[in-house]
């Protein structure tokens, strides 16, 4: 996608890079949208966990930090992943992820919501990851990837406590 537009890319290039028959392929992915999709899934499943896996400090509840730092690693591709129009799609993929993850550390931390509430406050955290993700990429990526953690936990955590549980 850095080389070519996504819609530009043929499923027989994929192949002949990959080293891999026609058949071996379709064993395993129904396109090359599905090829994309399974690679996005893989990466925010890993990314997401990332936090639970490796024991980190339950105050953190997204591996914003680490995210960042990789999307600013992979500018060429995430702005080619925006011009292919796969962009709205993964990020999709990713709310889900993280919305899971992050409703995994509210709960080990301790955080007293109620059923009712936490998985709609997980997924409004998660939202507000890939807005500030949005604003932070439209925005040239200047702000350090810390300093986006910090940002998103401060607000996160000031959201959580001042909200009042339903009796």
Same mark, same amino acid.
């Given at each position: 996608m850095q080389e070519k537009p996504f819609d530009g890319i043929t499923v027989q290039e994929v192949l002949d890079r990959a080293g891999v028959a026609r058949s071996t392929f379709y064993k395993h992915y129904r396109d090359k949208d599905d090829l994309f999709l399974s690679d996005v899934e893989d990466f925010f499943a890993s990314a997401s966990t990332m936090l639970t896996r490796t024991k980190a400090d339950l105050r953190r509840l997204a591996p914003i930090r680490e995210l960042f730092a990789h999307i600013a690693g992979a500018?060429? *591709?995430?702005?080619? $992943?925006? =011009?292919?129009?796969m962009l709205d799609e993964a990020k999709g993929l990713g709310r889900g992820f993280f919305a899971r993850s992050i409703e995994e550390r509210l709960r080990l931390a301790g955080v007293q919501l109620t059923q009712a509430e936490m998985s709609p406050t997980a997924h409004a955290l998660s939202g507000s990851m890939f807005a500030l993700l949005d604003w932070w990429a439209?925005?040239?990526?200047?702000?350090?990837?810390?300093?986006?953690?910090? $940002? *998103?936990? =401060?607000? =996160?955590?000031a959201g959580i406590s001042s909200t009042p549980s339903e009796s």
């Amino acid at each position: 996608m850095q080389e070519k537009p996504f819609d530009g890319i043929t499923v027989q290039e994929v192949l002949d890079r990959a080293g891999v028959a026609r058949s071996t392929f379709y064993k395993h992915y129904r396109d090359k949208d599905d090829l994309f999709l399974s690679d996005v899934e893989d990466f925010f499943a890993s990314a997401s966990t990332m936090l639970t896996r490796t024991k980190a400090d339950l105050r953190r509840l997204a591996p914003i930090r680490e995210l960042f730092a990789h999307i600013a690693g992979a500018r060429e *591709f995430y702005v080619s $992943l925006a =011009a292919s129009g796969m962009l709205d799609e993964a990020k999709g993929l990713g709310r889900g992820f993280f919305a899971r993850s992050i409703e995994e550390r509210l709960r080990l931390a301790g955080v007293q919501l109620t059923q009712a509430e936490m998985s709609p406050t997980a997924h409004a955290l998660s939202g507000s990851m890939f807005a500030l993700l949005d604003w932070w990429a439209d925005h040239g990526m200047k702000m350090e990837p810390e300093g986006m953690d910090r $940002l *998103f936990h =401060a607000r =996160a955590w000031a959201g959580i406590s001042s909200t009042p549980s339903e009796s």
